[in-house]
């Protein structure tokens, strides 16, 4: 059961995820003082001399919004230390550099106003920092001081902010829960702020079964956050941390962009399976969203104009056998058959619902067509053979109560189990040869 607090993030199913930092002005990515093998002191002089001067949140709260979007994270700080607010705890930080501005404050501000719920990623890592690399068995006396440092800003963002809805931690590897003690901050965290949402990144402990060296627990955070992959997590809710361009996180000279329709399937599959997509932009050094991201963003806020009530509060909807066709959702007693690939017919057929239908709408134009269904069967005929939309077209079907599968259709058929198999042919009718006769 979810609890009343955290509904809203079951519902929203969209939201942005922005990494953007002193990285930005190098253009190659959020980790290129690492990757890059940087200079440190450089990098740091550069950092300190980075000053967005076109940085304008509530542009970035109005996209957001116009994509459909419900909530948005801000990178307070990545992996390479420097801070994007006025912390009390290091000079290392946008306010007390160049920019003299505490971009955390302006984006909460802004994006709390355009009616979004907000998130703060913090990064655990400190590349700065010798200890972080060290860790605590060469060095535990200084590691005692960073973590004190991590458990400190973590405190001052959830003191000195407001309310938060996410807090979205990164860059526990490779230390442990213990190493880190993630369970005495995480009751620091809800002492502060009791309904906030705690992501499961903040180091493996011993109990935990997770990818090694990815620190995304099972056993510690409110939601889990597959990356780069859209797997859903039956334990717990999820969203899928997801870039628009092909790979990198920050703002990347000559990147490629993902189209519209790859996007949106993003969000679909991700609804589709019971989960969010957390869709990431980089913005550029001088802090204006990439024009491609902006005009992607306007065609799917378009799309969801209309067909929004398939995703928002959607619940997975692996209902029938769709996967020619598309994907699906439920809410209620609706299944939203989302076609991916529209193939000019002008009916769709769809097998192993076992609920009785009362009626089929083409949401894209409002228009109620025609349904037949025999059994678990059903035909949906009077469709448009060019599809309605340059995405993806969707039909409701309205029925008695909420959607169920037939028998045969829970688990599909390719799941491993031959007496299945065998019944569907029952069902069905035997192979036959050739001819047509029957097989023996």
Request: charged share 25%.
């Amino acid at each position: 059961m979810i609890p009343d607090a955290w509904r809203w993030f079951d519902e929203a199913r969209f939201g942005l995820f922005i990494h953007w930092g002193a990285y930005a002005a190098i253009g190659r990515g959020e980790q290129s003082l690492f990757r890059d093998h940087l200079d440190q002191a450089a990098y740091a002089e550069a950092a300190c001399r980075w000053n967005p001067t076109r940085f304008e949140p509530r542009r970035w709260a109005e996209v957001a919004a116009g994509a459909g979007m419900r909530y948005a994270i801000l990178t307070s700080r990545h992996h390479d230390g420097f801070c994007l607010w006025d912390s009390q705890h290091t000079d290392y930080s946008t306010a007390r550099q160049a920019a003299r501005r505490d971009f955390v404050r302006e984006y909460l501000e802004a994006f709390r106003a355009a009616g979004l719920r907000v998130g703060l990623y913090y990064s655990l890592a400190d590349w700065r920092i010798p200890a972080y690399w060290d860790g605590p068995d060469r060095d535990p006396e200084g590691w005692e001081v960073f973590r004190q440092y991590v458990h400190d800003q973590v405190r001052e963002l959830l003191t000195d902010y407001g309310h938060l809805d996410v807090i979205w931690f990164d860059g526990a590897w490779p230390h442990s829960q213990e190493d880190w003690q993630s369970a005495r901050l995480v009751e620091t965290i809800r002492s502060l702020q009791p309904h906030i949402l705690i992501n499961n990144r903040l180091g493996l402990s011993e109990d935990d079964t997770a990818e090694e060296g990815v620190g995304r627990s099972r056993t510690l955070g409110d939601f889990g956050t597959p990356e780069h992959q859209i797997v859903a997590d039956p334990e717990r809710m999820w969203e899928s941390c997801q870039v628009s361009t092909w790979r990198l996180w920050g703002y990347t000279i000559g990147e490629r962009w993902r189209p519209a329709d790859v996007l949106l399937d993003m969000l679909v599959e991700s609804a589709s399976k019971g989960g969010n997509l957390l869709l990431n932009v980089g913005p550029t050094a001088d802090g204006e969203l990439p024009a491609e991201f902006v005009a992607q963003m306007a065609q799917i806020g378009r799309w969801m104009e209309r067909h929004g009530e398939a995703i928002y509060g959607s619940a997975a909807g692996d209902v029938t056998e769709f996967i020619t066709y598309g994907r699906q959702t439920r809410v209620g007693n609706n299944l939203y058959l989302i076609v991916r690939f529209w193939d000019r017919r002008g009916e769709v057929r769809v097998a192993g619902l076992a609920t009785p239908v009362r009626r089929a709408v083409l949401l894209t134009t409002g228009e109620e067509v025609p349904v037949n269904q025999v059994g678990d069967v059903v035909t949906i005929t009077g469709l448009p053979h060019e599809p309605p939309t340059d995405l993806f077209p969707v039909i409701r079907l309205e029925c008695d109560e909420p959607p169920q599968a037939a028998p045969w259709a829970v688990d599909r058929l390719w799941q491993g189990d031959p007496a299945r198999m065998t019944d569907w042919a029952a069902l069905r009718g035997r192979s036959v040869w050739a001819d047509g006769r029957p097989r023996p």
